[in-house]
């Protein structure tokens, strides 16, 4: 059974870093596209960035190009998330999620905010003060 699980977040002030985590079990990250998601309280779902991990293609959402970093690591069954920069609009929940390659990053990552993708993790709550 395929299983996500997210780690990394915390509090930051804003300018701060912190890298998320997505470890991914009972399969390979070549069998997905892998997506950073967000959603804040009373929000709606944002994808964030995605990437096809077999390609290393990616997609990133306009307000964090430039601050933010998708990459993997097949070795170790992990997607990461670099996050620079930080603003206080960036405090959230995020969320990792596994769909099978067809669907390209971009899709993934800009799909209906109510879509459900195969997989999910629990999520990890990122802080950022002003």
């Known amino acids: 059974q395929v299983q996500l699980v997210e780690s990394g977040g915390g509090l930051v002030q804003a300018g701060g870093s912190l890298r998320l985590a997505c470890v991914v079990s009972?399969?390979?990250?070549?069998?997905?596209?892998i997506g950073w998601f967000r959603q804040a309280p009373g929000k709606e779902r944002e994808g964030v960035s995605c990437?096809?991990?077999?390609?290393?293609?990616?997609y990133y959402t306009d307000s964090v190009k430039g601050r933010f970093t998708i990459s993997r690591d097949n070795a170790k069954n992990t997607v990461y998330l670099q996050m620079n920069s930080l603003k206080p609009e960036d405090t959230s929940v995020y969320y990792c999620?596994?769909?099978?390659?067809?669907?390209?990053?971009?899709?993934?990552?800009?799909?209906?905010?109510?879509?459900?993708?195969?997989?999910w993790g629990q999520g990890t709550q990122v802080n950022v003060s002003s």
């Open positions: 999620a596994a769909e099978p390659p067809i669907i390209t990053p971009q899709a993934m990552c800009t799909a209906h905010g109510q879509y459900e993708f195969d997989y």
């Open positions: 990437i096809r991990s077999s390609e290393g293609i990616t």
């Open positions: 009972g399969s390979t990250l070549d069998f997905y596209t």
